[in-house]
């Protein structure tokens, strides 16, 4: 397995949980000390490059998700973010970072790496629901719909 694909991994791993200590805690969550918590539970021989794009795409996806999640609410026919799996959300959550923020990452790649993610940890629909609203997105981003935020590349 690719260095970036076992980053995206730990990244999904990171949203999901933190995602779900936001929906358990009333207090404001620290982003700096649950990650130092999250990779304090991880294997000692993560790689360092893959450690810092994970890094990267964790404190991204975090410092820009209501901007994110505005746009998964804007190209998400019919679904709401709180209708949406734990999964299938953080996916997008973090390919839609990649594909607004890092534009050093051609946009079929962002897309095959979130697809073959919900196809590994999502429902059997996951795959095909995650793949037709980032598709949408990217088409948008094409025609200028959805501006690259060209000062932020966290």
Request: aromatic share 8%.
């Amino acid at each position: 397995m690719g260095k970036r694909r076992r980053a995206r991994e730990n990244t999904l791993q990171f949203l999901y949980q933190y995602d779900t200590l936001k929906e358990s805690s009333s207090q404001e969550l620290n982003i700096n000390d649950i990650l130092l918590l999250f990779w304090a539970t991880k294997e000692s021989d993560i790689e360092k490059d893959v450690e810092e794009f994970s890094n990267r795409l964790i404190t991204g996806a975090c410092e820009n998700i209501e901007g994110i999640d505005g746009i998964i609410n804007r190209y998400s026919e019919h679904w709401r973010l709180s209708r949406m799996s734990k999964v299938d959300r953080n996916i997008l959550r973090m390919a839609i970072y990649e594909l607004v923020y890092l534009r050093d990452i051609p946009p079929p790649v962002t897309i095959n790496e979130a697809v073959e993610l919900a196809k590994r940890y999502g429902t059997d629909e996951s795959g095909a629901f995650v793949n037709g609203i980032l598709d949408r997105i990217r088409i948008a981003l094409d025609k200028g719909e959805v501006e690259y935020d060209k000062g932020s590349d966290s």
